[in-house]
């Protein structure tokens, strides 16, 4: 699976809200998500768990680089998170534990992220969700496209994840 994404620190949650209800295709609502990062030789590696719902494991690569770019995941559905994350801990260790509050949206096949990391601040993050009719070019036009919309500048984006604050 890959999509096409970009990260950005925000000055302004309401109003990055603002906007993404302006642009919405469809709101998906609110999460409350731990992620718990863990060691590993490529890419990254997560556990997210999210009130309410399954957790998943989450493994991904993309280049550490700010603006829009490729994201090369794989999900995992996970029954028994906190007996994975024991066994993860113990045979990888944990880089560190990422908290954040989570709004979805939705313009089109493009996912709009409104987060707040506790400790860290607000972000706002794009997902251009790659497949049939939506290649590599038209994900980062996409993204392009939206972050114009919501004025975000060079200075805002981020190259890294979130758990990347722990090395």
Avoid at 72 to 94: C, Q
Wanted: proline share 4%; hydrophobic share 40%; charged share 25%.
């Amino acid at each position: 699976m890959q999509n096409i994404e970009l990260k950005a620190r925000l000055a302004d949650l309401d109003a990055a809200r603002t906007t993404a209800q302006a642009v919405a295709t469809k709101r998906l609502g609110t999460q409350h998500q731990v992620d718990t990062y863990f060691h590993c030789r490529d890419g990254r590696l997560k556990l997210r768990q999210i009130d309410g719902l399954s957790a998943q494991l989450i493994w991904y690569a993309r280049a550490d680089q700010p603006g829009p770019k490729a994201s090369d995941y794989r999900l995992v559905p996970i029954a028994n998170p906190e007996t994975l994350k024991t066994a993860l801990t113990a045979a990888l260790g944990v880089r560190g534990v990422v908290e954040k509050r989570r709004e979805i949206l939705l313009v089109d096949n493009v996912r709009i992220h409104l987060d707040e990391v506790v400790g860290r601040g607000f972000f706002l993050e794009f997902e251009a969700v790659l497949g049939p009719g939506v290649n590599d070019a038209a994900g980062r036009a996409q993204l392009d496209a939206l972050a114009n919309q919501f004025g975000i500048g060079p200075e805002d984006l981020l190259s890294g994840s979130y758990g990347d604050a722990f090395e």
